[in-house]
């Protein structure tokens, strides 16, 4: 049974870091992208971050408004993904989630059009 429990998420302040975490559990992590997308109250679930599986390459891909900020990666061991956060930002503020495919090695991309998604961890950016 696929399942994915993020963990992480927490009250900071602008300029702050956070990392979350994405546990996996019922699959092999390296066959499959993990996604991360966030959701702001009010507003659509957006596409942060994913990192393809390292069948096809394991590459990591951003949205614009995180580039040089976010930082995601992959630890097989603990089969678990990331989500290294700096200088955050009051627009950050969302609930953030991971999701993965059923199918292995599907591409990257941020359609929230994944199988498999966590319950999600509350990110609150405010002084």
């Known amino acids: 049974q696929v399942r994915l429990v993020e963990s992480g998420g927490g009250l900071v302040q602008p300029g702050g870091s956070l990392k979350l975490s994405c546990a996996a559990s019922?699959?092999?992590?390296?066959?499959?992208?993990i996604a991360w997308f966030r959701q702001a109250p009010g507003k659509e679930r957006k596409g942060v971050s994913c990192l393809t599986s390292t069948s096809v390459g394991g590459r990591s891909i951003y949205a614009n408004s995180v580039k040089g900020r976010f930082t995601v990666s992959r630890d097989g061991a603990n089969k678990t993904v990331y989500l290294q956060m700096n200088n955050l930002k009051p627009e950050d503020t969302a609930v953030y989630y991971c999701?993965?495919?059923?199918?292995?090695?599907?591409?990257?991309?941020?359609?929230?059009?994944?199988?498999?998604w966590g319950q999600g961890t509350q990110v609150t950016v405010s002084s």
């Open positions: 999701a993965t495919d059923r199918i292995r090695g599907r591409l990257c991309r941020f359609q929230p059009d994944y199988d498999y």
């Open positions: 019922g699959f092999s992590l390296e066959y499959y992208a």
